[in-house]
Antibody
Framework: QLQLQQSGPGLVNPSETLSLTCIVS??????????WGWVRQPPGKGLEWIGS???????YYNPSLKSRVSPSVDRSKNQLSLKLRSVTAADTAVYYC???????????????????WGQGTLVTVSS | EIVLTQSPGTLSLSPGERATLSCRAS???????LAWYQHKTGQAPRLLIY???SRATGIPDRFSGSGSGTDFTLTINRLEPEDFAVYYC?????????FGLGTKVEIK
């Protein structure tokens, strides 16, 4: 059974780099049937997509964060990572890693939504 | 960027009633790439519906999704106590992917 075990610093100083990891328990990180995403939720606000990483290595990012964000996948460690540079108080949020699944529908191979999420890590940006 | 507007912001209902949640997109969304999530405080979001109308694995049939183009609906028939939560629509076909601001379904 899939578990996404998230870890992170909890508190980050302004202007520094936020680093998060997500351990994938079931080996699916090595399958091209899946892709991986990061989503965050600032306190009292809605969900914001950060970016997605595909088996091919292709990544897509939210333009609002693109210049500061670096998601990556390390299959040897069954681990996803996210780095967000030059953080400010506006980056305070619960950060989620999640897995998305590709599936067939009427013979067409489609990308599904993020269908399994980690429990989230609260990161506070403050000095 | 596709903006998703959810309404109402809060829905106050009693167990056993039907909830109808709306999600309107600022431009047409392929129904293949429209999802709904349930989110409870302190928990991971739970995928309910993908492809606008397909239930995710293990989701009870009281949850149903419909719609196309710019207007989508999540219907919860016969609300159970565990259904009171925040619900988000999500489009994942265009980058950046976007979420609505959510509809809170609360106990009346």
């Amino acid at each position: 059974q899939l578990q996404l075990q998230q870890s992170g610093p909890g508190l980050v100083n302004p202007s520094e780099t936020l680093s998060l990891t997500c351990i994938v328990s079931d080996g699916s990180i090595s399958s091209s049937d899946y892709y991986w995403g990061w989503v965050r939720q600032p306190p009292g606000k809605g969900l914001e997509w950060i970016g997605s990483v595909y088996y091919s290595g292709t990544s897509y990012y939210n333009p609002s964060l693109k210049s500061r964000v670096s998601p990556s996948v390390d299959r040897s460690k069954n681990q996803l990572s996210l780095k967000l540079r030059s953080v400010t108080a506006a980056d305070t949020a619960v950060y989620y890693c999640a897995r998305g699944t590709f599936y067939y529908d009427s013979g067409t191979y489609l990308r599904g939504p993020l269908d399994f999420w980690g429990q989230g890590t609260l990161v506070t940006v403050s000095s | 960027e596709i903006v998703l507007t959810q309404s109402p912001g809060t829905l106050s209902l009693s167990p056993g009633e039907r909830a109808t949640l709306s999600c309107r997109a600022s431009q047409s969304v392929s129904s293949t790439f429209l999802a709904w999530y349930q989110h409870k405080t302190g928990q991971a979001p739970r995928l309910l519906i993908y492809g606008a109308s397909s239930r995710a694995t293990g989701i009870p049939d009281r949850f149903s999704g419909s719609g196309s183009g710019t207007d989508f609906t999540l219907t919860i028939n016969r609300l159970e106590p565990e259904d009171f939560a925040v619900y988000y629509c999500h489009q994942y076909g265009s980058s950046p992917q976007t979420f609505g601001l959510g509809t809170k379904v609360e106990i009346k």
